[in-house]
Nanobody
Framework: QVHLEESGGGWVQPGGSLRLSCVASGFTFSAYGLSWYRQAPGKEREVVATSTYTGGITMVADSVKGRFTISRDNVRNTVYLQMNNLRPEDSAAYYC???????WGQGTHVTVSS
């Protein structure tokens, strides 16, 4: 059974950093891409970044370019989202998603405020 579990969210001041983690289980992690999405209150869920199974990175949200980085550790079955220079508009629930299985994690909340 495919399972994704996120962690690392919390409160941070503007300009701060957080690293989110998503531990995957139930499938051959190194063979599949994974994505990070986020959803702010009252807004639609949007894709933030995708890591292909080869480790290639697709950063799709212009608002995070140069600030967020996605990476993966195929030994630890974990995909990371390093978020730097956080802004209040980055506040959202962040979700890990395995598109090949259409499985979502439970989400982790990020709040950026002073």
């Amino acid at each position: 059974q495919v399972h994704l579990e996120e962690s690392g969210g919390g409160w941070v001041q503007p300009g701060g950093s957080l690293r989110l983690s998503c531990v995957a289980s139930g499938f051959t992690f190194s063979a599949y891409g994974l994505s990070w999405y986020r959803q702010a209150p009252g807004k639609e869920r949007e894709v933030v970044a995708t890591s292909t199974y080869t480790g290639g990175i697709t950063m799709v949200a212009d608002s995070v370019k140069g600030r967020f980085t996605i990476s993966r550790d195929n030994v630890r079955n974990t995909v990371y989202l390093q978020m730097n220079n956080l802004r209040p508009e980055d506040s959202a629930a962040y979700y890990c998603y395995a598109p090949s299985f259409d499985v979502w994690g439970q989400g982790t909340h990020v709040t950026v405020s002073s």
